[in-house]
């Protein structure tokens, strides 16, 4: 699964920090596609990247296992397909959804709207520990409602090698208008996968996670304000992450990164439709008549689609609060002297970030977002 799905246009929607997931959405649209028919398939397949629909059998099971190598410590996924409350919606629609899919199928009665907003902001509130709340609101649901998607995920990763935290101090940010202002800044030397790009007037860098296979790739423009350039650069050319990933080198670095939060909510509705998903949405001619038994009466098809995505990134991840000493960390301070060469990489201004996992021979973007500053 290599498509985009519209990442860039939402990430260049306004200059704030965001973070979105299309591989969560798409694990949503892989169960839909498996029911839909006609036009509906075809756009389904096409928007996935896939050729055929014995694609879509694999399209949880190639990620399955490392996914939930993260969620076990780093990671809380919520992936649902609410479907109106009806009788005739067919089981096999709802059965073994998450094994196979990697979301939940569940019926609700979108009659009554506050009642069906309520159910859905409190279970995404109840399994994210209040970390996520209010992703619903009073305009997503009406009577007219027949499915919609909801999904959310709250990741603080854990690194391979944790920061120390004795190490981080208030530093200068620059903020896209050259207005400065002071973070807290985490701090480092160690030998890391790193690029000087100077055909795309960026420097980058690719850390490993804590859990087997996953990484974050962090990417400063040179400019202070080229950071909206370079995303439309990638939305136009989204192969020029795969090679910049394969010409880093491991180098040694004294590498800045702000410790940060980002919680952001998206409408990825019009997005979608944007990408070619348009007759799914369409009432009456959805492709998606399998699902119920009696179409003649309840007519299935999308109304909206909602994701909220909470990221954190700190020194050390959910065990902070334990004794660093208890866990391998570089620790030669970032103030000593250090014999060789020295680079500096240092995350000081706007920035793109990704949040990659290994799958056999091929690497999935979990999460993509970008950092502007407080």
């Not at 854990?158 to 981080?168: A, L, V």
């Not at 420097?203 to 974050?216: Q, V, Y």
């Not at 179409?295 to 902070?320: A, C, H, S």
Request: charge should be positive; aromatic fraction near 10%; hydrophobic fraction near 40%.
């Amino acid at each position: 699964m290599t498509a985009r799905w519209g990442e860039m246009d939402i990430l260049k929607t306004k200059q704030s920090n965001m973070v979105v997931s299309s591989l969560i959405l798409r694990l949503s649209f892989c169960k839909i596609a498996s029911e839909a028919d006609g036009q509906s398939k075809l756009e389904l397949l096409s928007a996935l990247g896939m050729k055929d629909k014995n694609m879509l059998k694999t399209c949880y099971s190639s990620v399955k296992t490392d996914l939930s190598i993260l969620t076990e410590s780093d990671l809380i996924l919520l992936n649902k397909i609410y479907v109106n409350y009806t009788s005739h919606v067919k089981s096999s629609f709802i059965t073994d959804s998450w094994q196979n899919y990697g979301v939940l199928v569940e019926k609700i009665s979108f009659k009554y709207k506050q009642a069906a907003k309520s159910f859905i902001n409190r279970w995404v509130e109840v399994n994210t520990y209040k970390r996520i709340t209010d992703i619903i609101n009073d305009n997503d649901i009406d009577e007219s409602t027949a499915m919609i998607i909801v999904n959310a995920a709250h990741m603080k990763p854990t690194w391979e090698f944790p920061f120390n935290i004795k190490y981080t101090t208030q530093k200068t940010f620059r903020l896209n208008n050259n207005t400065v202002i002071k973070i807290p800044m985490m701090t480092k030397v160690d030998q890391i996968l790193y690029l000087d790009d100077e055909l795309n007037d960026l420097e980058m860098i690719s850390m490993h996670l804590g859990a087997r296979g996953f990484s974050i790739c962090i990417i400063v423009p040179n400019s202070v304000d080229s950071l909206p350039k370079f995303l439309d650069k990638l939305s136009k050319d989204p192969d020029m992450m795969i090679r910049n990933r394969n010409n880093m080198k491991w180098t040694y670095l004294k590498v800045e990164l702000p410790r940060f939060k980002i919680k952001f909510l998206v409408d990825l509705t019009e997005y979608l439709k944007g990408i070619g998903l348009k007759s799914i949405f369409d009432l009456q001619s959805s492709g998606l008549d399998s699902i119920s038994n009696n179409n003649t009466i309840n007519k299935m098809y999308l109304n909206r689609v909602k994701q909220k995505i909470f990221f954190e990134l700190d020194e050390m991840g959910p065990y902070r609060q334990i004794n660093p000493s208890d866990y391998m960390m570089q620790d030669i301070s970032p103030n000593a002297r250090v014999s060789g060469n020295l680079k500096y990489f240092a995350a000081t201004k706007p920035f793109y970030f990704t949040i990659t996992m290994e799958t056999g021979h091929a690497v999935e973007e979990l999460f993509n977002g970008v950092y502007y500053g407080y």
